[in-house]
């Protein structure tokens, strides 16, 4: 699975963005797609922490706490993209977005970047006050 994230910029407190992950299976077998594709975020000092993520069959979203009525994650079929929308955006959620997908493996703790093995780039996102 390839993946690459888009959407990040600079935006006032109190604005939106929307993040796209362009996901790419590399082949057809169906044990190649991801069970979840997740977001998370890095900002400076700090380790990388969970934002949301999707399961890639069915839908099914979750969330962090923090991101809770403020960010929604969905799917683009046609443009094959798991995207966030982020929404009252706050100075604290400065950080660089990542994408990632989670191997259709007996275990998904969706919340660990440890279970992810694909990973895109990275998107800035930074909100001024």
């Known amino acids: 699975v390839q993946l690459q994230a888009s959407g990040g910029g600079l935006v006032q407190a109190g604005g939106s963005l929307r993040l796209a992950c362009t996901v790419s299976?590399?082949?057809?077998?169906?044990?190649?797609?991801?069970?979840?594709v997740g977001w998370f975020r890095q900002a400076p000092g700090k380790e990388r922490e969970f934002v949301a993520a999707?399961?890639?069959?069915?839908?099914?979203?979750y969330y962090e706490d923090f991101v809770k009525g403020r960010f929604t994650v969905s799917r683009d079929n046609a443009k094959n993209t798991i995207d966030l929308q982020m929404n009252s955006l706050k100075p604290e959620d400065t950080a660089v977005y990542y994408c990632?997908?989670?191997?259709?493996?007996?275990?998904?703790?969706?919340?660990?970047?440890?279970?992810?093995?694909?990973w895109g780039q990275g998107t800035q996102v930074t909100v001024s006050s």
């Open positions: 299976v590399l082949t057809s077998s169906p044990s190649s797609s991801p069970s979840v």
């Open positions: 990632a997908a989670h191997p259709q493996t007996a275990t998904v703790v969706v919340e660990d970047a440890r279970g992810y093995t694909s």
């Open positions: 999707m399961r890639w069959i069915g839908s099914r979203t």
